[in-house]
C-alpha cells in the first residue's frame, strides 16, 4: 500500500527555517519524481519544489528559489523540504506528491500526481 507521511510543519516566525519531511513506505521515492504541493486558505494548490528521478531538482514556483531546497535520503526513502527566511506568504498546508508516471518530469500540473501524503500546516507568522 503506497502512503506518503509528510511531517516538521509548525509555527515560526518570519526568517525563520523548516525542515519538512516525507517518509513514503509501499513504493521506492528514487523509482520516480516527487514534489511538494503547498495549498494556503482560499487558494488554489500550488507546486513548490520537485526532484526527479535522476535526482534533478526543480522550483516549481519562482517566490521560493534561493529560498528553498528539495532533497530526498534514498537510504531512509525519504524526502525533505528544507525552507529558510520564512514569510508570511509562506503560510499553507504542505503536500508530499508522486508522481503518476515515474519517468515523467517533474511538473506544476497537480494531476500529474497521483498519491497525496496528509499534509503538514506550515503557519509564518509573529
Known amino acids: 500500500q503506497v502512503q506518503l507521511v509528510e511531517s516538521g510543519g509548525g509555527l515560526v516566525q518570519p526568517g525563520g527555517s523548516l525542515r519538512l519531511s516525507c517518509a513514503a513506505s509501499g513504493f521506492t521515492l528514487a523509482y520516480g519524481a516527487i514534489a511538494w504541493f503547498r495549498q494556503a486558505p482560499g487558494k488554489e494548490r500550488e507546486g513548490v519544489s520537485c526532484?526527479?528521478?535522476?535526482?534533478?531538482?526543480?522550483y516549481l514556483l519562482e517566490s521560493v528559489k534561493g529560498r528553498f531546497t528539495i532533497s530526498r535520503d534514498n537510504a531512509k526513502n525519504t524526502v525533505y523540504l528544507q525552507m529558510n527566511n520564512l514569510k508570511p506568504e509562506d503560510t499553507a498546508v504542505y503536500y508530499c506528491v508522486k508522481r503518476r508516471i515515474p519517468l515523467g518530469p517533474c511538473t506544476g500540473r497537480s494531476v500529474d500526481y497521483d498519491y497525496w501524503g496528509q499534509g503538514t500546516q506550515v503557519t509564518v507568522s509573529s
Open positions: 526532484i526527479s528521478r535522476s535526482g534533478t531538482t526543480t
